[in-house]
Nanobody, 117 residues
Framework: VQLQASGGGLVQAGGSLRLTCTASGNSIRFNLMGWFHQAPGKERELVASITTAGTTNYADSVKGRFTISRDNTKNTVSLQMTSLKPSDTGVYYC????????????WGQGTLVTVSS
């Protein structure tokens, strides 16, 4: 599976963006999927996940502001980001989650989000 994230850009604090992860090569419908955030100079961290049944989970830093969803007919996973903060700046990636430290697929390019204050 190849993963391509898109939808990033430059936005002012308080603004919104919608990111989309498109998978190709095979279906991701039976995978636990997540969005990861890598802030400048920091390690990549999981911020949102969604099960095959649609159950969602969020890091405390984004809870109430971000919404993850999936469309199995389009083989995509999306992240609606609202009330953006400068600390949300970074590259966002999606992947299938195997465990706390492991993901299933090769990392795609990611999409850059820059939030200005």
């Amino acid at each position: 599976v190849q993963l391509q994230a898109s939808g990033g850009g430059l936005v002012q604090a308080g603004g919104s963006l919608r990111l989309t992860c498109t998978a190709s090569g095979n279906s991701i419908r039976f995978n636990l999927m997540g969005w990861f955030h890598q802030a400048p100079g920091k390690e990549r961290e999981l911020v949102a996940s969604i099960t095959t049944a649609g159950t969602t989970n969020y890091a405390d830093s984004v809870k109430g502001r971000f919404t993850i969803s999936r469309d199995n007919t389009k083989n995509t996973v999306s992240l609606q980001m609202t009330s953006l903060k400068p600390s949300d700046t970074g590259v966002y990636y999606c992947n299938s989650i195997l465990s706390d430290t492991k993901t299933r697929f090769p990392w795609g390019q990611g999409t850059l989000v820059t939030v200005s204050s």
